[in-house]
């Protein structure tokens, strides 16, 4: 084994305590030793620092122009289910109210509201209403929470 | 970039957003470049496939659950993406000789001096061939551990230990051979 083995092995702790021992006294007393030793932890420092090379400056606009067809259909679906989802909330709402209003005894409380039975197909257009609401309020994108 | 940002991007980009992604892209690219280009030698098929790799990144990110650093897990795809490349293109790896490595896109914003040596080490480094030049990029440059590197190219850790100690030795001979580092005594 070479000094320069020697002194790689001795850098990254490889050699038996005993050996190690040896290698840091002679590092100390020998001036091959010494020489090598610093050496070593010179080129170790130079790799460490050394960057990184660097693809063109397109590189990331091709990139995302690649990933954008993968995430715009499914994005845009969603969006508008949400979007849609929220305006037929709106809508549903506003018509339950207005069309329940008892205008010629100025009773402005919806009847639905009072009513003991409300109609299958309302539940259902209250539960899709309140998905839209959720989901467009807490999706990320919206940055809301 | 520090984790706590890097942990933000990802968990944005997992919530469809695709200007976090872009983040990751930059920062992560330089990375994922070298390690291909590397393996490849070839700066057009290594940008190629580097895109591939962000492509494969993006579509499978909700599989990343910071078990592992977000380097590492790009670097596993970057290794399994390369390697599908050159089986499918059976390419002919050509050595690169040092003047390839000056065309190859060194960061421009390094200073004369600090580039010149930055390609002595390059050529150094393409004096290893791939494999070598692969392990030295992710210990050095990557700084993925032994561990680390052996779950990327999915091989023993002991492997990892005999190949990086003969890869960096044949590297310190080269640079002390090519006498590229002065060194003050």
């Not at chain 1, 969603?78 to 709106?90: P, R, V, Y």
């Not at chain 2, 390369?82 to 050509?94: G, H, Y």
């Not at chain 2, 065309?103 to 050529?123: D, M």
């Not at chain 2, 990557?142 to 779950?151: D, F, G, L, P, V």
Request: hydrophobic share 40%; proline share 2%.
């Amino acid at each position: 084994m070479n000094i320069e083995e020697k002194i790689g092995l001795y850098v990254e702790g490889e050699l038996s305590s005993e050996e190690q021992e040896k290698v840091a006294l002679l590092i100390a007393s020998d001036e091959d030793y010494k020489m090598a030793y610093t050496t070593y932890l010179a080129i170790e420092n130079e790799l460490k620092s050394s960057p990184l090379l660097y693809p063109s400056s397109q590189f990331v606009k091709n990139t995302m122009r690649h990933i954008s067809p993968i995430s715009t259909p499914n994005r845009s679906v969603k969006i508008l289910a949400q979007h849609g989802l929220s305006i037929a909330a709106i809508l549903i709402f506003a018509g339950l109210f207005f069309t329940d209003i008892n205008f010629s005894e100025m009773n402005f409380i919806p009847q639905f509201i009072s009513r003991v039975h409300i109609s299958a197909i309302n539940y259902l257009y209250i539960l899709l209403a309140s998905i839209g609401v959720i989901w467009a309020v807490t999706d990320s994108e919206f940055d809301f929470f | 970039m520090n984790s706590s940002e890097q942990n933000l991007w990802i968990a944005q980009t997992k919530n469809g957003n695709n200007k976090a992604f872009e983040k990751l892209v930059i920062a992560f690219s330089p990375l994922v470049f070298t390690m291909i280009y590397r393996r490849l030698n070839h700066r057009e098929n290594a940008e190629e496939v580097a895109q591939d790799v962000f492509l494969r990144a993006y579509k499978y990110i909700e599989s990343y659950k910071g078990e592992s650093k977000f380097s590492t897990w790009l670097c596993t795809i970057a290794n399994n993406t390369a390697t599908t490349f050159l089986q499918k293109r059976k390419i002919d790896m050509v050595e690169l000789s040092p003047e390839s490595y000056e065309r190859a896109g060194v960061n421009q914003h390094a200073t004369l001096e600090k580039e010149e040596q930055t390609v002595s080490i390059e050529s150094a480094i393409a004096s290893l061939g791939n494999e070598d030049a692969q392990l030295i990029t992710l210990y050095y440059q990557a700084e993925q551990s032994i561990r680390e590197i052996a779950a990327i190219l999915n091989i023993e850790e002991n492997n990892v230990k005999v190949k990086l100690y003969r890869a960096r030795k044949k590297l310190h001979e080269q640079l002390v051979k090519n006498k590229t580092i002065q060194y003050e005594y």
